[in-house]
């Protein structure tokens, strides 16, 4: 079945960075854009980026650009979202979603989340 | 303080029919198409709803959504109790360049 698993729980010291993982399974990978999407505890949903595997176009929300990559593996069909700089309101879980097939804007299938824990 | 508006919370009787709403703005429902989803606590988004008004594969036919002008809406009607969940729209902004969501409703079946 179509999935994507994501790494796991992570805790990080201010200032360091992370790196999370997302492996599709089900589909093409290639055909399907992968957004991040992340989540503070007790929160709503905030977009961070958008990359497209097969062109490798990516765009980033405003809020972050300049503190996050969003890369990928062809060859393990595997993306990957790092966040530098991390302060504790980065505490969250980290979600990476994939477009809907008719509108890139709708996220059909998400992974099950990451939750990346920033304290000293 | 999210881009877009919804109400806080909401709560009804199973049965009932329950409407959420969504207020943005022209750079963003106004111009572009809202999507919406479904969130169980402790679980991952689940689309309900994209291109304003079409379900999704596999949800219910009790979920329908609209829109007009810059502010959108999601209804559920016969509402059961597994309809207990938090309610998100997002769309694109043109202003911000990038995906928003609203700050979500939490919805409870009473």
């Known amino acids: 079945q179509v999935q994507l698993v994501q790494s796991g729980a992570e805790v990080k010291k201010p200032g360091a960075s992370v790196k999370v993982s997302c492996k599709a399974s089900?589909?093409?990978?290639?055909?399907?854009?992968i957004n991040w999407v992340r989540q503070a505890p007790g929160q709503g949903l905030e977009w961070m980026g958008r990359?497209?595997?097969?062109?490798?176009?990516?765009g980033y929300a405003q809020k972050f650009q300049g503190r996050v990559s969003i890369t990928r593996n062809i060859s393990i069909s595997t993306a990957y979202m790092e966040l530098s700089s991390l302060r504790s309101e980065d505490t969250a879980v980290y979600y990476c979603?994939?477009?809907?097939?008719?509108?890139?804007?709708?996220?059909?299938?998400w992974g099950h989340g990451t939750m990346v824990t920033v304290s000293s | 303080q999210s881009v877009l508006t919804q109400p806080p919370s909401l709560s009804a009787a199973p049965r009932q029919r329950v409407t959420i709403s969504c207020s943005g703005s022209?750079?963003?429902?106004?111009?572009?198409?809202v999507n919406w989803y479904q969130q169980v606590p402790g679980k991952a988004p689940k689309l309900l709803v994209y291109?304003?008004?079409l379900v999704a594969s596999g949800v219910s036919d009790r979920f329908s959504a609209s829109k007009s002008g810059t502010s959108a809406s999601l209804a559920i009607s016969g509402l059961q109790s597994e309809d207990e969940a938090d309610y998100y729209c997002?769309?694109?902004?043109?202003?911000?360049?990038?995906?928003?969501f609203g700050g979500g409703t939490k919805l409870t079946v009473l």
């Open positions: 291109y304003d008004d």
């Open positions: 979603a994939r477009s809907h097939d008719s509108s890139y804007d709708a996220f059909d299938v």
């Open positions: 089900g589909y093409t990978f290639n055909n399907y854009d």
């Open positions: 990359m497209n595997p097969k062109s490798d176009d990516i």
């Open positions: 022209s750079s963003n429902i106004g111009t572009n198409d």
């Open positions: 997002a769309t694109w902004d043109d202003s911000l360049k990038g995906m928003v």
